[in-house]
């Protein structure tokens, strides 16, 4: 049944459609790209790619890596939505990071932290911590699904990113409160 169908994930939260359809269009015709939302409508950094051709599937799957963006993804076979519910976890690791750049846009923060939290292991979601203005204030909450990638995630906020780190269980909409 989902013999042309493969599953993308850790996505970057900005890959699009053209993105993704553009990378595969090397293997073969892309029939449909579609991202995978968790229930609460909450982006999974995952998508569905539905090629033409078997053959095109097949080929996908033997070459060891691949790059949407600049970035790393998994590709495996898709073999259902029972057989992947762990592209539904929610992190339940909190880490904090304050002291991050203010003057940077929104989406810039976003894509500078996951760049720098790529080789970390899963997380659900990056939250930016804003003011009652909408301004940044220079502190993110990261949602990681595995306690063990907690470690490594600190190291390099701390130092890479030059910041103050630490464990939480601070929901990260109460940080958004005035």
Same mark, same amino acid.
């Given at each position: ?51 033409? $051709?078997?053959?095109? &599937? /097949?080929? #996908? ?6 790059? !949407? ?65 909408? $301004?940044?204030?220079? &502190? /993110?909450? #990261? ?6 990638? !907690? ?28």
């Amino acid at each position: 049944m989902w013999s042309q169908t493969i599953l993308v994930s850790d996505l970057s939260f900005f890959t699009d459609n053209a993105a993704i359809t553009a990378y595969f269009t090397k293997f073969g015709v892309v029939e449909k790209v579609g991202f995978i939302l968790s229930r609460d409508g909450t982006y999974t950094r995952c998508c569905m790619v539905r090629m033409v $051709s078997v053959d095109s &599937v /097949a080929t #996908i799957l033997e070459k060891a890596r691949h790059f !949407i963006d600049m970035r790393g993804v998994s590709v495996e076979q898709y073999r259902g939505r029972d057989e992947h519910q762990w592209i539904y976890l929610k992190g339940k690791f909190k880490v904090t990071i304050k002291g991050l750049e203010v003057n940077l846009c929104a989406s810039d923060l976003y894509k500078k932290l996951e760049n720098a939290f790529v080789g970390c292991g899963r997380y659900s979601e990056i939250h930016l911590m804003e003011d009652h203005n909408g $301004s940044l204030t220079g &502190v /993110a909450v #990261i949602d990681f699904i595995k306690k063990s990638d !907690i470690r490594q995630a600190l190291k390099i906020a701390r130092e890479d990113l030059h910041c103050v780190a630490f464990r939480s269980k601070t929901d990260p909409r109460a940080l958004n409160q005035p």
